[in-house]
């Protein structure tokens, strides 16, 4: 029995399709194969999220320029959440996160998970060369690239998007974590969706990928990349009421309107993130990699704000309420020398 949909030549319609219309030809999660000179393929996953497009608009470009002709490569696609897509949404109410289901993941099985686990072993056994997974994110971020294995071919494949990149072990589940068991795998961020800088920086990306014939097994040249360690994810607590308008009489926790500037960018210990209001214990709540609770190590409520207690590096922070709720405040990194 099988649990994905696959599809191996390319329909036309896929060509002028939207993220939004997509749905009402590829209703359920795609797989597609489309055959190359290399017979190892490219394996590029797109709408995992469905309000993330950009990764789905620089598949389609390539595959605009692609077709009819022959491919350098064979390149395996799949179309994620697509019903979600059509609403311009994370994910459905009743469904799992789809980054969050591949192998390797701490939830329950389902139906989601046996398709995932079908995916990987489906391109286990077509010797899948390298694999690709686009995101947008909804803070104000820089692009980069996330691996989970710190490993020549990975950061050969990552650097070649850019300078910037990202090595993370949790959370657990997520597409480039199930593929680095395999091969070298990146997570791409590509800013915030609606920008054509975001979906040809990713279309260069994927055509360039097409056409290398292999990943080098050496080290990348420590001055054309940084390589940064999430070392906590940060959630605001459950019980806590928190806003980023001033006018919020309710709130709790205020924070500060300008949260998304810090961004990449080393803040020193006092930084002071929001304003608290009658709270003695922290608002919030890290986790290293481990799910180890380490909020003191990184915060303090001094003189009514909430501050930074040692120099760290922030990303994912958002001002919006929902993927706050949802997913999390942010990530905090620490520099990797390699
Ligand atoms: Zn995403």
């Known amino acids: 029995m099988s649990f994905v949909k696959q599809i191996d030549y390319l329909p036309k319609e896929l060509l002028t399709a939207t993220p939004q219309s997509l749905h009402?030809?590829?209703?359920?999660?795609?797989?597609?194969?489309?055959?190359?000179?290399?017979e190892e393929p490219l394996f590029v996953s797109v709408l995992l999220h469905g309000n993330e497009p950009t990764g789905f608009l620089a598949l389609q470009?390539?595959?605009?320029?692609?077709?009819?002709?022959?491919?350098?490569?064979?390149?395996?696609?799949?179309?994620?959440?697509?019903?979600?897509?059509?609403?311009?949404?994370?994910?459905?109410?009743d469904q799992p996160d789809y980054n969050r289901i591949w192998p390797g993941t701490e939830y329950i099985e389902t139906k989601e998970s046996r398709m995932t686990k079908e995916i990987v072993e489906t391109m286990q056994q077509r010797n899948i060369f390298a694999s690709i997974d686009i995101h947008n994110n909804t803070g104000l971020n820089p692009h980069y690239a996330c691996i989970n294995k710190l490993?020549?071919?990975?950061?050969?494949?990552?650097?070649?998007?850019?300078?910037?990149?990202?090595?993370?072990?949790?959370?657990?589940?997520?597409?480039?974590?199930?593929?680095?068991?395999?091969?070298?795998?990146?997570?791409?961020?590509?800013?915030?969706?609606g920008h054509q800088h975001?979906?040809?920086?990713?279309?260069?990306?994927?055509?360039?990928?097409?056409?290398?014939?292999?990943?080098?097994?050496?080290?990348?040249?420590?001055?054309?990349?940084?390589?940064?360690?999430t070392v906590a994810q940060v959630t605001v607590n459950q019980d806590i009421n928190f806003s980023f308008e001033d006018e919020d009489a309710d709130a709790?926790?205020?924070?500060d309107k300008e949260l998304e500037r810090m961004n990449f960018t080393e803040i020193p210990a006092g930084t002071q993130l929001a304003n608290v209001f009658d709270m003695t214990a922290l608002?919030?709540?890290a986790k290293d990699e481990t799910g180890k609770i380490v909020t003191d190590n990184f915060f303090s409520i001094i003189d009514n704000t909430l501050q930074i207690n040692k120099t760290t590096m922030p990303s994912m922070l958002?001002?919006?309420?929902?993927?706050?709720?949802?997913?999390?405040?942010?990530?905090?990194?620490?520099?990797?020398?390699?």
């Open 24 to 38: 009402s030809l590829f209703p359920e999660p795609t797989l597609f194969h489309l055959t190359g000179k290399h």
């Open 61 to 93: 470009k390539l595959l605009i320029k692609i077709q009819d002709t022959e491919l350098p490569r064979s390149l395996s696609f799949f179309l994620g959440n697509t019903q979600a897509a059509n609403q311009s949404l994370r994910r459905l109410d």
């Open 151 to 193: 490993d020549n071919q990975f950061l050969q494949l990552a650097s070649l998007f850019g300078r910037l990149v990202v090595y993370f072990t949790r959370p657990k589940g997520v597409q480039s974590g199930a593929f680095a068991e395999i091969c070298p795998a990146v997570t791409l961020e590509c800013g915030k969706p």
């Open 198 to 229: 975001g979906v040809d920086h990713a279309f260069e990306y994927l055509n360039s990928c097409l056409h290398i014939s292999q990943l080098l097994d050496q080290p990348v040249p420590p001055h054309d990349i940084d390589v940064y360690h």
């Open 252 to 255: 709790d926790l205020l924070l």
């Open 283 to 285: 608002p919030i709540t």
């Open 318 to 338: 958002t001002l919006d309420e929902k993927v706050i709720k949802q997913d999390c405040l942010c990530y905090l990194m620490e520099r990797l020398e390699l």
